[in-house]
């Protein structure tokens, strides 16, 4: 699906007209992805991790990997899972990542 249709579909107009704007946010931010870069953020969701682990991982802006996350969420290409943005994992002191389930007392 297009952007422009997927704007449509979610009832956005498509285009935005730059000169009546005051203000654009996050022109510093890359909202380009690789498929590669996609499917490390997909694998990572799946396991737990923190989106601010995944955009250390993706060596990208927490913002940028928060709105991919958002985007796939909207098309139904991510499920909402159990501890949404935080995920259920917790990072080691390391650098490493531990799932919850070994951390139980």
């Not at 953020?41 to 989106?51: I, P, T």
């Not at 985007?71 to 490493?96: A, I």
């Amino acid at each position: 699906m297009n952007v422009v249709h997927r704007a449509k579909k979610i009832g956005r107009p498509a285009t935005v007209t730059f000169e009546r704007l005051d203000y654009i946010a996050c022109q510093e931010w890359e909202f380009g992805w690789k498929h590669e870069e996609i499917a490390d953020l997909y694998h990572m969701w799946h396991e737990g991790f923190a989106v601010k682990d995944i955009a250390k991982a993706l060596n990208r802006h927490v913002g940028e990997v928060t709105c991919l996350i958002m985007d796939q969420v909207e098309l139904n290409e991510l499920e909402d899972r159990k501890g949404g943005l935080f995920g259920r994992r917790r990072p080691l002191e390391r650098g490493g990542v531990s799932d919850d389930r070994h951390n139980a007392v």
